[in-house]
């Protein structure tokens, strides 16, 4: 029969299902590190050696693109976080090598790469797809910035072979899978928590729900923030990792005034996707005249060695190691050194939940605000999914403890529930 795919475009990763006709879900499976994986990194490598004939520069994808970036001595352009920009209407375009890509395009790029990779495993996948979308894209406020950001994806899905797109909601598509487990209704709360958004979802789920066939009333209400693990790893490097990098120190102009260094510096470096935004001659000019006139130079050199090397993605896998040692202990370690930088540190997590604090009254206003407009109590839902990387984050978990109770919280494949649910919903269409 023809393929039934869903595909999970996320910030950080992306996956893709195959239903297949017994009604399961079968996700293709990728080579990361020798070892087998789920998980699709979303990114692309641009090696300046690796062109086509045009000389127009070739992308990489996926786990091989950190792969081939990690092992390159010249380092190439590592972009990354391209989802986070599709609701922006400022960013275009950017210039690799001198050529210049559209961001649908590097979209594409990406999901070509995805899909190349997953018809080794299951063959042609043809030209539907159901796939999932936040309930607000990062950086959109209303609607219409959604609709558009929705506009740009399907233009990317398009290019790389999927002429038949269908859009579902993260969260909702999140709910069909954690329905295969159920024998009984359940008014149940969906929390999907990705790299650049965390969304809600109230839903009736179980055998009527599913016989009754028509899934958009059972949908009781839907929200969601534009912020979520990306969030996370940004207070993180604000209040540990910046410091070390000359965040809060002082320089000395050349009329004898004392200023701080420049905040803009360090909330790109915050976002270590665009910190190679940084590496351009005009700011790599300000660095070293801002070195020169440092009071604490030995910061501000390992600041410039962060930005001229491209350190971004190491300093994300250091962050995210401390971050899953803290999901699980208390008291964790973190560890960045490229001399000239050299950082080491004992974290707790009381100390990690503090400094993620207003990231966490944001979600858990979000999550009251759903309950509100759909008029439940916490005491009407029956269980709690929690799905995505973040979901593992203690202080996360605590916000649905403290409403619904510990034993009201369900889990489990949480980094690949949501392309399995894409895929059934694709199934259900048929």
């Known amino acids: 029969m023809p393929r039934v795919i869903g595909l999970d475009f996320g910030t950080t990763n992306s ?11 079968q996700l293709a499976s990728f ?22 004939p045009t000389g127009k520069p070739r992308a990489i994808g996926g786990p091989e ?3 081939q970036y990690l092992q390159a001595e010249t380092k190439g352009r590592l972009i990354q976080s391209m989802k986070s920009h599709l609701g922006s209407p400022l960013f275009k375009q950017t210039v690799i090598f001198n050529y210049t890509f559209t961001l649908e395009e590097l979209i594409a790029m990406i999901l070509h790469e995805l899909r190349s990779a997953a018809e080794k495993q299951f063959g042609d996948l043809g030209e539907h797809v159901v796939v999932g979308r936040p309930a607000h894209f990062s950086g959109t406020e209303t609607d219409s910035e959604d609709e558009a950001a929705l506009a740009r994806l399907r233009v990317a899905l398009e290019q790389a072979g999927f002429s038949q797109v269908e859009f579902e909601l993260e969260p909702v598509a999140a709910a069909y899978q954690y329905e295969q487990q159920l ?18 979802c109230l839903i009736q789920l179980g055998p009527t729900a599913h016989a009754r066939g028509q899934r958009s009333k059972d949908i009781l209400g839907t929200d969601g923030v534009a912020l979520a693990g990306d ?91 401390t971050k899953c040692e803290l999901s699980e202990r208390t008291t964790g370690g973190f560890t960045f050194r490229d001399l000239p930088v050299d950082i080491a540190a004992r974290v707790e997590r009381a100390q990690f939940t503090t400094w993620i604090d207003s990231e966490l009254r944001v979600i858990a206003g979000c999550v009251d605000r ?33 409403r619904f109770g510990e034993s009201r919280l369900r889990g489990g494949e949480e980094l690949t529930t949501v392309a399995r649910g894409l895929a059934l919903r694709a199934l259900e269409q048929r």
């Open 15 to 25: 996956a893709i299902a195959v239903a297949t006709a017994d009604g399961a879900a």
């Open 31 to 52: 080579s990361a590190d020798r070892q087998s994986t789920a998980m699709f990194r979303s990114v692309l490598y641009f090696d300046p050696e690796n062109l086509e």
């Open 65 to 67: 693109a950190i792969s």
């Open 183 to 200: 024998d009984h209704d359940e008014l149940v709360l969906i929390a999907d928590f990705g790299g650049g958004t965390s969304d809600f």
């Open 231 to 321: 969030a996370f790893d940004s207070s993180f490097i604000r209040h540990l990792v910046a410091p070390h990098l000359g965040l809060g120190s002082q320089y000395r102009t050349p009329f004898g005034r004392v200023l701080s260094a420049p905040l803009w510096i360090y909330e790109k470096l915050e976002r270590w996707h665009q910190l190679s935004l940084l590496k351009t001659r005009e700011t790599m000019e300000s660095l070293r005249q801002l070195h020169f006139q440092s009071l604490e130079p030995r910061k501000i050199e390992a600041l410039i060695h962060v930005v001229n090397e491209g350190l971004g993605y190491q300093l994300a896998r250091a962050v995210e190691g």
């Open 370 to 402: 759903l309950l509100t407009a759909c008029g439940v109590t916490s005491g009407d839902v029956d269980s709690v999914f929690l799905t995505g990387g973040s979901s593992f984050v203690p202080a996360v978990r605590h916000i649905f403890a403290e």
